[in-house]
């Protein structure tokens, strides 16, 4: 594997100052066997895609695309469908960490025609969590057939409910689901019916759960109704390999973009 993504240069020596990285300019040669490919986006020129379409990366499997704040698109790039025609079993993740578009602004970045397996989304702040609730409306009418993984991470919980459920019921094949704060416990309940039949691994970082009283007010769960919770995910799934529901972070705690891609 190989991983280019923000702040990681591997040809850099230890302790060196990161510069910018250039993939394989002005190479010819078929590259060693690299199986996994991570990029930020702005590394996937029409010069990458040459080489890809040249057979210059014959090994490779998965492709992992970063877009970290900017909004440079690759995926106008002309040439990809002869990549695919190259690579044909080529696998596509697509992770967007701490962007801010319109939804108008993503639609070109979500191509239908490309097979993209895994999905993820890391926003820290309310107003891209509210426009990638539009976004996800749209998931399940794009990668139905595709989408094995999807991330959401940051503050985006709270905000996509219903389109989460929404995902998991509608993608066929999906079979990871990992949640930074904030889902209500019966979204996670409705998750789990929806992807009984295949989801293998669910982890919730932060769960909440309405007021019997008041169900305009939520509330932490207590360690006993995580408990039942999680015993009754589990049961609802087959066979899943991974369930993890917290109730509440831990001190300086968040989960990682780097420990998805």
């Known amino acids: 594997a190989l991983n280019c993504t923000k702040d990681h240069d591997p040809l850099a020596a230890p302790g060196a100052p990161t510069r910018p990285v250039v993939i394989f300019q002005g190479r010819s040669e078929v590259l060693p066997p690299i199986r996994t490919l991570k990029l930020q986006s702005t590394y996937v020129d029409e010069q990458f895609l040459q080489v890809m379409i040249k057979g210059g990366l014959p090994f490779l499997k998965n492709l992992v695309i970063v877009t970290c704040h900017e909004r ?3 995926f106008l790039l002309p040439t990809w469908p002869e990549v695919f025609r190259r690579l044909p079993t080529l696998r596509l993740g697509l992770f967007f960490v701490d962007v ?3 939804p108008e602004e993503f639609w070109p970045f ?3 025609d490309l ?3 895994e999905l993820g989304f890391c926003t820290p702040s309310v107003f891209p969590s509210l426009q990638i609730e539009s976004v996800m409306k749209m998931i399940p009418d794009l990668y139905s057939s595709t989408l094995e993984s999807f991330f959401l991470l940051g503050i985006c919980g709270l905000f996509c409910q219903e389109s989460l459920v929404d995902i998991v019921r509608k993608c066929t094949k999906l ?3 990992v949640v930074e704060p904030t889902l209500l416990a019966e979204t996670v309940t409705k998750i789990a019916e929806a992807g009984r039949s295949r ?3 669910l982890v919730v ?3 909440m759960d309405r007021v019997t009283s008041d169900p305009t007010r939520l509330r932490l769960l207590s360690t006993d109704d995580i408990q039942v919770l999680q015993d009754h995910v589990t049961s609802r799934l087959e066979h899943p390999t991974e369930v993890a529901l917290h109730t509440k972070m831990s001190p300086n705690y968040r989960l ?4 998805f891609i």
């Open 256 to 259: 990682d973009i780097e420990d």
């Open 100 to 102: 801010h578009m319109t």
């Open 199 to 201: 989801l293998k691994t």
């Open 110 to 112: 979500m191509r239908p």
């Open 205 to 207: 970082q932060w769960m």
């Open 72 to 74: 440079y698109n690759p």
């Open 115 to 117: 097979p993209v397996i």
């Open 175 to 177: 079979a990871k689901v």
